[in-house]
């Protein structure tokens, strides 16, 4: 049975794709990707090659959707729902709109009330919560942290008081940058570096961002970068 609606019900699909292990793709998520003419992908190389493995044809109409473009292809998205044709819309990995582009195809979407279908899967926002050791009852998730060190030190002075534990993105050349800035706003805190999660390489290091800040100073680092800073609980505060 598929989750694909009538041409009268045409609905955008938001589709979670593999963080890193293809395995963890769903049932669902491929049963819908199957029925769909219409699919809009951050990387359309990327997701042709998942396509592939799960032995999918390429969709008649397959286009990109990105952070320099998802704007104007928004329109083009919507056109597709009004003329009867559901549309699939995944990133590269991860959750759609989740630190990833299609905030604006959904905003559209729900203007014109088209239905709005979202097909969980894999996050690595969540999946470094659990691994991490740290309180997950109560957190936020604060996507990337600005580059500059200025900036990226008052944005997470934001947080300095917060109770909950902190959840972030970051490139693995910034990695240093951001633990650093993270040592002087916060003190000496618990964090957990969760590198590549979910891959052949998987590593998830824990300890005090003080210790982690000697460890990643001089050490390059390639993959996806997860990060999970304790809030102000003195539990988790290094004493000077």
């Not at 490139?171 to 979910?198: K, Y």
């Amino acid at each position: 049975m598929t989750d694909i609606q009538t041409d009268s019900e045409a609905t955008l699909y938001l589709i979670s794709t593999p963080i890193g292990n293809a395995k963890d793709w769903s049932y669902r998520a491929v049963d819908v990707v199957k029925g769909l003419s219409a699919l809009a992908c951050e990387d359309t190389r990327l997701t042709w090659k998942l396509l592939t493995i799960y032995g999918i044809p390429r969709p008649p109409i397959m286009f990109a959707n990105n952070e320099f473009n998802e704007n104007t292809v928004a329109d083009k998205i919507t056109h597709l729902l009004k003329s009867g044709t559901s549309v699939g819309l995944c990133s590269d990995a991860g959750s759609p709109c989740i630190a990833d582009p299609g905030y604006p195809a959904v905003a559209k979407a729900i203007e014109a009330n088209i239905p709005v279908v979202f097909i969980p899967g894999p996050n690595a926002a969540t999946a470094a919560l659990a691994l991490s050791g740290l309180p997950v009852c109560s957190y936020t998730f604060l996507g990337f942290a600005p580059r500059k060190t200025i900036k990226r030190r008052n944005f997470l002075s934001k947080e300095k008081d917060a109770k909950h534990t902190l959840i972030f993105y970051e490139s693995p050349r910034r990695l240093a940058g951001l633990l650093e800035d993270a040592l002087v706003v916060f003190g000496d805190r618990r964090v957990a570096v969760c590198i590549e999660l979910t891959k052949m390489f998987e590593n998830v290091r824990r300890d005090w961002l003080s210790v982690m800040v000697e460890a990643f100073r001089e050490r390059e680092v390639k993959g996806e970068v997860t990060v999970v800073i304790a809030g102000n609980n003195a539990k988790f505060i290094r004493k000077v």
